[in-house]
């Protein structure tokens, strides 16, 4: 389906030519805008997938300071890029970039391909991470489509039911010809700093003139959104173990919601004994329920989680090696300051010691 008439090819000119005038007047001074770099730009629309870039700037710094170059990235390991990844959260991210950069190693001579195939076949790199560093990086005509982007071009069309077809479709025309790097970090920024999701600064944008959206009267209604469903709420039950004045941490698997971070022994629900069997199966060691210590609360995308935290004592039994990819250490303060932990985590270690 073809873009309608109200965004002709001299429309299409003058919202080009309004957005990278302003963008060259308005955008902020952002790290990673400094550099056309493929790593680093990938690095940085990476970190900032769900997440505000205010949050972003000192993770990037710090993990460039860390993994300057993508071969220091490939040849790390991946619990070194889960520390430097701590705190920011969808940690699936961390691991997927860490695959990708020994790919890319491995298979491309450690170039970041511009090719949208080879782009494509990585971990982690999806349609708008491709655009992303295709037209930042090598200034191909490759349109991206986040959020921002989205509300944007939904607000200047306003149009009801607009597909993402049709939005990838504009964005798309709209990248054709010169700067399309400046162009699609015009319309991000646009979107971040302007025509924000609430309370749009309409009086201030470059687009308000022939904006549908704007003239409504109520940008905000656009693009339409689903109601989101409440995160579900869940409970776990944790244990603190303790010995000659370490703790027990246990490795997450790699794969799943905080892979490969490290916790406190803990099962779904809120059963000790469930808790005590598990950590016999998972190590050999004996414990029995003790004193409960509290409740840490923390909420992720889906799930609304509390964990109930009790103390474990020894109870028999010697410790063994794991079985499949579970791995268990006994901790004192400097080996736990040293692992990646969630925040909730971070949460459980300040009430254990209290």
Not at 86 to 95: K, V
Not at 121 to 141: D, E, N, V
Not at 298 to 325: I, W
Request: charged share 30%.
């Amino acid at each position: 389906m073809s873009v309608p008439p109200r965004l002709s090819r001299p429309r299409r000119e003058s919202v080009r030519r309004r957005l990278l005038e302003w963008y060259g007047k308005s955008r902020r001074d952002l790290p990673w805008r400094r550099s056309d770099d493929p790593y680093r730009i990938w690095l940085s629309e990476t970190m900032l997938q769900q997440t505000r870039v205010e949050t972003v700037v000192p993770y990037y710094r710090r993990f460039l300071e860390r993994f300057p170059d993508l071969r220091s990235l490939a040849l790390a390991d991946e619990q070194d890029v889960l520390k430097q990844w701590e705190g920011l959260g969808y940690y699936s991210r961390a691991r997927n970039l860490k695959r990708a950069a020994e790919m890319v190693l491995r298979d491309h001579g450690g170039r970041v391909p511009s090719d949208p195939e080879a782009l494509g076949s990585l971990p982690g790199i999806g349609r708008y991470t491709s655009g992303a560093i295709r037209s930042i990086a090598f200034k191909q005509p490759a349109p991206v489509v986040d959020g921002n982007v989205k509300r944007v071009l939904a607000r200047l069309l306003a149009e009801p039911g607009l597909s993402e077809t049709r939005l990838w479709e504009l964005a798309g025309q709209l990248v054709e010809g010169e700067h399309p790097d400046l162009l699609n970090q015009a319309l991000m920024e646009l979107g971040a700093t302007v025509c924000v999701p609430r309370n749009p600064l309409c009086s201030t944008c470059p687009l308000r003139r022939g904006c549908a959206g704007a003239a409504t009267g109520r940008p905000e209604d656009f693009p339409a959104r689903a109601p989101r469903p409440p995160p579900r709420a869940v409970r776990a039950l944790g244990g603190i173990l303790r010995s000659r004045g370490r703790l027990l941490l246990m490795r997450r698997p790699s794969r799943g919601l905080l892979g490969g971070l490290w916790e406190i022994p803990s099962v779904p629900g809120d059963d000790p004994g469930t808790l005590v069997e598990a950590l016999r199966e998972r190590t050999g060691l004996g414990s029995r329920a003790g004193a409960a210590l509290g409740e840490v609360r923390h909420v992720f995308t889906h799930r609304d989680l509390t964990l109930r935290v009790v103390e474990l004592e020894r109870d028999g039994g010697r410790k063994r090696a794991p079985a499949g990819d579970a791995e268990a250490l006994w901790c004192g303060s400097a080996e736990i300051a040293r692992l990646p932990l969630s925040r909730l985590m971070h949460k459980v270690l300040e009430l254990a010691e209290r």
